[in-house]
């Protein structure tokens, strides 16, 4: 479905809706895909659509991991640091990541590819360590599997090449 | 199905396979609906549900059937059911495997629940990181709605349930079922409601929240009866099944539904495969990340809500959900990482909550790089008990493994202060 689409659907949605505001998570998703993060201008729209003001849906989205206020990556790598995955090696895979990306957890790489968030326990423990890239999830990791799954991801998503 | 050890919500296969609603029919799935529809008064269940000892398995062990009675009749309407599938608290990961396995016996649970409390609209609120168990119960919906067993006038029976998948965003607060309420109104989600949801729950109306794998044992205990239920555990005072979820040191991690009460040590020797070549346990959080690190003494106790109060000293059984230890793993370390979950996961509503667990955080931060103080100890004690003084369970489930970290293995920390380093970093 186009995102066009995902939002006239979400239009209709919210006029049927009894209590619109139980679809302010959903709205904020919907607007994130759209523009790639939660864009002041998608604030606003997002705001006006639900019938709230834009500092109540902005209480909303600065307290929630999964709501991105600026700009981010095509594929947002979410690190579990939480107990498990730290016994089981969390930071050396923290540090590996980051090496091999070329950023600090919060960055994103300068080809605007990847982010690297570190996130609270993403219950997967029986997988750890492990991370959540897209929402799809990878573990137990090693350096070996970072190493295939950037690979991977990038090969999936080539950035054509500017000249100077 | 194995005999001797019924598998009553997981299947007895590999947990990524889903049970589809032909198998999840061909299983007696949706009888206990239907049984339910057609004889049973909304009293007539509550009874069965309370006869059975069902208890909430998502962390707070509260009678599941005394929950349901709080709702009065003469309550207003409209009223809503919701099934909590946040799950948040670190090491437990049962109710994903769960609603991503049968998603039908959870969605059956809820509408028996919804019958139940005369509701007519109900949530399954989920986290993001479990996109695929919640596009598996969307799926599960649709299936369900169009075999009559959800929507307008179910079977016949004049009952209405309009159920959807509300997915959030990612914080742990939102599985306090307050907090959760508050999510679900598009507020933020502080767990600061004054009362009882079953009275003043969703936009102030009666409300029942039951985690997803308490309404998963429902349509089961319906179909054999609170008797066949009970019988299945390994003691009186520990009827049922339970999802236990191992994690940590252990060779083969995981998710084992077992009789309610097996002890530790055979779910971790015989179910998780024993600890890992060259490691030797040496304690586990029995129960997530808010509960009591637990000696080694106790390693055959069993696992179950009656074993743990009578344990007592701040012993909580909790979700269930194993986080195992080894003689490796430095207690000061794992207790400083709960603290950094905990300080950042706080909503931030109330001052001690807020102000206290940072400090907490800060001084094992101290004790682990080694500039720790002998009287750091008793303010952590202190620290630790004003946490009862908090808003919600948020804090002092918080200060559990603090308390305990404290209290039974201070030699740990002691050896952090003398040596001026952590004794398990080379």
Redesign the interface.
Known sequence: MQPEENLENLKQKIKVADHPRELAVEVMFTLQKHYGYLTDAALLEGAELLGMTPLELEELATFYDFIYRKPVGKYVIHVCDSTICWMLGHQSILDYLGQRLGIHPGGTTEDGLFTLLPVCCIGYCDHAPAMLINGKLYGPLTPQSIDSILEELRAACPIPQEGR | MNAARPSLILPDRPPDQVVTLDEYLRLEGYQALSKVLKDYSSQDVTQVVQNSGLRGLGGAGFPTGRKWIFLRNDAPFPRYVIVNTD???????KD?VLVYANPHTVIEGLIIAGYTASAEKGFIFI?????SSAYRLEKALEEAKGAGFLGKNILGSGYSLDLVV???????ICGEAKGLIH???????HPNIEGHLTSQGL?DRPTIVNNAETLAFVPSILRNGAEWFRNLGKRPDAPGNKIY?????VNN???FELSFGTPLSEIIEEHAGGMCPGYEYKTC?PGG?STRYLSKKNYDIGMDFVSFEKLGHGHRFGTG?V?V?DHK?CLV??TL??M??FA??S?GFCTPCREGLPYMRELLQLIENGDGKEEYIPILKTMSGQMSNAYCAFAPGAATPVMGLVEDFAEEIQEHISQKKCPFKP
Request: glycine share 12%.
């Open positions: 799950e948040m608290e670190p090491g437990t990961f994903r986290r993001p990181a479990y996109e509300h997915r959030s965003a990612g914080r742990y999510a679900l109104e598009g507020k933020r989600p936009w979820s191992i994690s940590g040191r991690p995981g998710v959080l990340a959900a986080m230890f793993t370390g794992a990482n709960l950094q979950f950042r996961e909503c």
